[in-house]
């Protein structure tokens, strides 16, 4: 049934986007007994591509809610190493096999599984309410306190208020916009294309970084394809495009010469996706009846794959820090406050980080044209296979590893499932960290 001009909605959290931030935390609220809201703008999850990898600590937050068998029973590659080629010389560079998880490797699920078996889940409990097709368009505050959201759903206008609403919905946030957020921007000299090519058996098994002659590519293997990701300077799409398809086919050969016989998959730009590289982070990541987390609160650049773990840590952390407060009435500043000051240091060492490779390495290496050597460091690791441990622990685990400490709440216990809700049908401390990797 669509909705009428005036239809509003109350519910004690209302949470702006679907994506792993967003359904992370509305299924752990929904699950400890909070009545909850996502909004999300699509009619489904099946979009371009968005990444895919499901780090270990995220698969470590599955197992601790007990849903980890069947989350594994997705189609999924798993990665236990990575590597990494310059020129003509390898190393591997994070061995996941000594992580402190239940999952010592990266699952490689597509994001929109991911998110459906979220949403799945989420549909079990009565107090979860997923609306898709319903875009946020703008915050309603009185007295300076957010209050509700409006929304564009393809059943008409709704209002929903709630005691507190959360923005989940990516690097693009219209809430944090509307809410007027300051942002620090930490800019990036890349940008990244994605695509797919077929997968040979006599490829080989390896996901990999490969640099050749000032070019760089990641590789990751899914299965019967490999899903590519080539860096460019930033902005430099449209020059690349004005160069021609088969100039660019030409690049890919020189980074991953195998791939020679089969570059002609991609016959034009359609499939190529522009990932337009972006860093920032909120100064405040809320205001009175207001949050932000994931891309919302802190886009990551794509160096390590880790915007999804720390959007789902996001979510456990706010989960664990608001539950108790949302369960008994609204969250105060101090609670909103708390869950930034968690989420802060995780959040900073890793853009640091990721800044970092971004000037030193990937900066000097695009259309440098030079041939490269292995740099020292690097030799390490092949020398001394337990650096291999540091990475893995900082890409697989990050710095704060977050845990599950809510309950499923006697009263939601999973009822039969229900059908999907769409709008138009609703009527209503990093030296520890060293030590631990290295002596453990
Ligand atoms: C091409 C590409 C490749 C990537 N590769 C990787 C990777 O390999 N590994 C990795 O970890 N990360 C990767 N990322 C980053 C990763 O997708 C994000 O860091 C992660 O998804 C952040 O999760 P989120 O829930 O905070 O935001 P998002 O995933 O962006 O989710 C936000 C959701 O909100 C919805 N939305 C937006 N606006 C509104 C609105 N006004 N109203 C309602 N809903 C709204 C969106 O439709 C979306 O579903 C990649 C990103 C891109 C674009």
Redesign the pocket.
């Known amino acids: 049934m669509p909705f009428g001009s005036q239809a509003k909605m109350n519910t004690r959290c209302c949470i702006?986007?679907?994506?792993?931030?967003?359904?992370?935390l509305g299924f752990l609220l929904a699950r400890a007994g909070i009545p909850v809201v996502v909004?999300?703008?699509?009619a489904d999850?099946l979009?371009?591509?968005?990444?895919?990898?499901v780090?270990p600590s995220t698969l470590e937050v599955m197992h601790e809610l007990g849903l980890l068998q069947d989350f594994l029973k997705l189609p999924h590659q798993e990665v236990r190493k990575l590597g990494g080629q310059i020129e003509e010389e390898f190393v591997i560079l994070a061995d996941f096999s000594h992580l402190p998880t239940k999952c010592k490797f990266i699952a490689l699920v597509p994001?929109w599984d991911f998110?459906n078996f979220l949403a799945k889940q989420g549909r079990r409990y009565s107090t979860f309410t997923l609306i898709m097709e319903?875009?946020?368009?703008e915050l309603l505050a009185t007295e300076g306190r957010v209050i509700g959201?409006k929304?564009e759903t393809s059943g008409g206008a709704l209002e929903v208020r709630a005691d507190l609403i959360v923005g989940?919905?990516?690097?693009?946030?219209?809430?944090r916009e509307k809410a007027e957020l300051k942002v620090d921007e930490f800019g990036a000299p890349m940008d990244?294309l994605?695509f797919r090519l077929s997968r040979k058996s006599a490829d080989g098994e390896q996901t990999l970084g490969r640099i050749v002659k000032g070019k760089m590519m990641v590789m990751?293997n899914r299965g019967d394809y490999w899903?590519c990701?080539y860096l460019i300077r930033k902005g430099d799409f449209i020059h690349i495009k004005e160069r021609g398809l088969e100039v660019f086919h030409k690049d890919i050969v020189t980074v991953a010469p195998f791939l020679n016989d089969r570059v002609e998959e991609l016959t034009d730009w359609e499939p190529i996706?522009?990932?337009t590289v972006r860093v920032d982070r909120l100064q405040k990541w809320y205001q009175p009846g207001l949050l932000c987390?994931?891309?919302?609160?802190h886009?990551?650049s794509?160096i390590?794959?880790?915007?999804?773990?720390?959007?789902?840590q996001?979510?456990v952390a706010a989960a664990n820090i608001l539950t108790d407060r949302l369960s008994r009435g609204t969250a105060t500043m101090v609670d909103l406050q708390r869950v930034q000051l968690r989420r802060d240091f995780p959040t900073r060492m890793t853009q640091a980080m990721q800044v970092f490779l971004q000037n030193q390495v990937i900066n000097r290496v695009l259309g440098s044209n030079q041939q490269l050597k292995l740099p020292w460091p690097l030799k390490l690791f092949n020398r001394w296979p337990f650096l291999r441990r540091i990475p893995a622990r900082l890409v697989g685990v990050g710095f704060q590893a977050e845990h599950v400490r809510t309950v499923e709440a006697a009263e939601v216990k999973p009822s039969p499932p229900t059908r999907s809700h769409h709008a138009s049908d609703i009527s209503i401390g990093l030296l520890d960290i060293i030590s631990h990797i290295l002596f453990k």
């Open positions: 702006a986007g679907g994506g792993p931030a967003g359904m992370m909004l999300e703008k699509h999850f979009r371009d591509f968005r990444g895919d990898t780090h994001q998110l319903a875009e946020v368009v959201v929304v989940a919905d990516g690097r693009g946030s219209i809430v990244v994605w990751l899903q990701a996706k522009l990932l987390i994931g891309d919302a609160a886009a990551m794509p390590g794959g880790v915007g999804i773990n720390l959007a789902i996001d979510a």
